[in-house]
T-cell receptor
Framework: NAGVTQTPKFQVLKTGQSMTLQCAQDMNHEYMSWYRQDPGMGLRLIHYSVGAGITDQGEVPNGYNVSRSTTEDFPLRLLSAAPSQTSVYFC??????????FGQGTRLTVV | AQSVSQHNHHVILSEAASLELGCNYSYGGTVNLFWYVQYPGQHLQLLLKYFSGDPLVKGIKGFEAEFIKSKFSFNLRKPSVQWSDTAEYFCAVSDYKLSFGAGTTVTVRA
């Protein structure tokens, strides 16, 4: 049982480049979310989804897009990378309001 | 919107000392409460959770937390810490979105 799988683990982008962070879960969870973790700020919610075809914005959505075409997958797109998006990104899934399961994280550096 | 406040940014302890980390939340409805731990270089793992019932909940590795509804608090405790408890600890609140506190870094000195 793989749980939540995130790829890549590390990425370096140049300012203005775009990329997609992948997230997949095999637990049939309805709820999936993306967070960014920055020192002293905890985890801040970027976007979330309560089911296939349904997404909504979190605290810090600007510069990011998401889609949820299937229950399993929830990719996060950076449209035009900026140095302020240098962070560690975590994908999570959960069953309603139950415990969230996290991926291993993606460490993104934008230069 | 819900918010979560953790009282301490960094706590430094010696082994065998007791640990208490404060967490307060603001939300008017029914919430589930969690403490997560992040060991260096790893992802978040669940320590314990409270949904309903006994307000004193026990988690893994000897941790426990007490939910005090009147104070909107969910403080984490461990009677005797070990060097391996060095980590960052996050309090979180969920209605259906999971909101985190800023985290407390705990350093345990051998």
């Amino acid at each position: 049982n793989a749980g939540v799988t995130q790829t890549p683990k590390f990425q370096v982008l140049k300012t203005g480049q775009s990329m997609t962070l992948q997230c997949a879960q095999d637990m049939n969870h309805e709820y999936m979310s993306w967070y960014r973790q920055d020192p002293g700020m905890g985890l801040r919610l970027i976007h979330y989804s309560v089911g296939a075809g349904i997404t909504d914005q979190g605290e810090v959505p600007n510069g990011y897009n998401v889609s949820r075409s299937t229950t399993e997958d929830f990719p996060l797109r950076l449209l035009s990378a900026a140095p302020s998006q240098t962070s560690v990104y975590f994908c999570a899934s959960s069953d309603n309001r139950e415990e969230a399961f996290f991926g291993q994280g993606t460490r993104l550096t934008v230069v | 919107a819900q918010s979560v406040s953790q009282h301490n940014h960094h706590v430094i302890l010696s082994e065998a000392a007791s640990l208490e980390l404060g967490c307060n939340y603001s939300y008017g409805g029914t919430v589930n409460l969690f403490w997560y731990v992040q060991y260096p270089g790893q992802h978040l793992q669940l320590l314990l959770k409270y949904f309903s019932g006994d307000p004193l909940v026990k988690g893994i590795k000897g941790f426990e937390a007490e939910f005090i509804k009147s104070k909107f608090s969910f403080n984490l405790r461990k009677p005797s810490v070990q060097w391996s408890d060095t980590a960052e600890y996050f309090c979180a609140v969920s209605d259906y979105k999971l909101s985190f506190g800023a985290g407390t870094t705990v350093t345990v000195r051998a």
